[in-house]
């Protein structure tokens, strides 16, 4: 499975031309997206949008108008999440009366992939995966599976979410976030929490090598809590790959939450020969942050370039031709994702 395009919108420079060079600072403990201008989308609609889909839109629909698809295949996990709590409360605020239908329309995870399909008129496989911290890696898997069926398909697989009021106080109250941490000095912050992120990454998908960006070698998810099993799997996965270490990079999910860095330190000790690297201070942590470490190694293998600031350990690579991605949501919810260079 070969990457041809990717768009991605997030807290740093990454739409249009990117620079990840630079890092954009958190405030409040959150790092929200840079949603640029979205052209071709009605002035009506766009009103009605929320933030989640207007990020959707942003970075679906220039793909969709170049590219005829099979299917749009979206992961989420609070896409919509802020119109449905809109919703909620009109149905409180006008005693069961009149009420608005937009933030109903919209109030569904759905609406992302819903929206891309209506204003393109595409009336092809049409799927949203709402599984928490797995939803993008099971959108891959479920586009996977497509080509093996269809193997002269196009798939847009992406994945969308956003930092709603509702879901980050619960978030904050539950301890999973710290407003006084910053993402300059987010894995030295020696704390039981991480900063809130948002974004939405999207790419074009087929089973064409010729001029693709990426190749999508292997995914697997799965879920523990505990580290042995995860090591013992990523041990596993890491062989499979057969990899050339003086040319692979681990990018992990570590976020700074002290509750979760054995998890990322024991699988780095597996492959303590490879330089490992970090996304989580750009991005911020959200269930499907996953999805910016893919756009991320994808512009990383086009561009053979990865900025210093990701390194943890190593970074003289001369060159960059496979990245692994070990990502886990919570410490419950684990992923492992290999690309290499086409």
């Known amino acids: 499975m070969f990457i041809h395009q990717h768009i991605c919108i ?15 600072p958190s405030a409040n403990g959150q790092l929200t997206a840079i949603e640029p201008e979205l052209t071709g989308v009605p002035a009506g609609l766009l009103r009605r949008m929320s933030k989640a889909v207007r990020m959707g839109i ?4 220039p793909i969709l108008q170049q590219n005829k698809v099979d299917g749009i295949i979206i ?6 999440m802020n119109d449905c709590i809109k919703f909620l409360n009109q149905i409180i605020d006008y005693d069961e009366g009149m009420l608005t239908p937009g933030n109903f329309v919209q109030s569904t995870p759905n609406a992302i992939a819903g929206q891309l399909s209506l204003i393109t008129k595409n009336q092809q496989y049409n799927a949203t995966h709402v599984h928490l911290g797995l939803s993008f890696e099971n959108s891959l898997i479920d586009a996977q599976m497509h080509l093996k069926e269809n193997t002269d398909g196009n798939y847009l697989v992406g994945a969308v979410d956003e930092i709603s009021s509702y879901n980050y106080n619960i978030d904050l109250l539950a301890g999973w976030y710290n407003q006084n941490i910053k993402n300059q000095s987010l894995y030295e912050s020696n704390r039981p929490a991480t900063i ?18 990426a190749k999508v070698k ?23 790959q057969n990899l050339d270490r003086e040319t ?10 002290i509750r979760f ?28 942050a996953v999805s910016f470490a893919v756009w991320l190694s994808v512009f990383a293998l086009q561009n053979q370039n990865f900025p210093g600031h990701l390194f943890k350990t190593g970074n003289n690579l001369s060159q960059i031709k496979n990245i692994i991605i ?8 684990h992923s492992f994702i290999s690309l290499t260079k086409n």
């Open 58 to 61: 942003g970075t679906g629909l």
């Open 10 to 24: 997030s807290p740093q420079h990454t739409s249009g031309d990117a620079d990840v060079d630079l890092l954009n």
């Open 196 to 213: 809130a992120g948002e974004g939405a990454a999207m790419f074009l998908l087929n089973n064409n090598a010729q001029d693709a960006l």
């Open 218 to 240: 292997d995914i697997e998810t799965f879920h523990a809590s505990d580290i042995e099993t995860v090591k013992t799997r990523f041990k596993n996965f890491a062989e499979a």
């Open 261 to 288: 860095n054995l998890f990322y330190h024991s699988c780095e000790a597996i492959v303590n020969d490879i330089p490992v690297a970090r996304f989580k201070h750009l991005s911020g942590e959200y269930p499907t």
């Open 326 to 333: 070990y990502n886990n949501y919570h410490g419950l919810q």
């Open 248 to 257: 692979t990079i681990f990018l992990t999910g570590e976020n700074g939450d």
């Open 75 to 80: 992961g989420t996990a609070n896409g919509g």
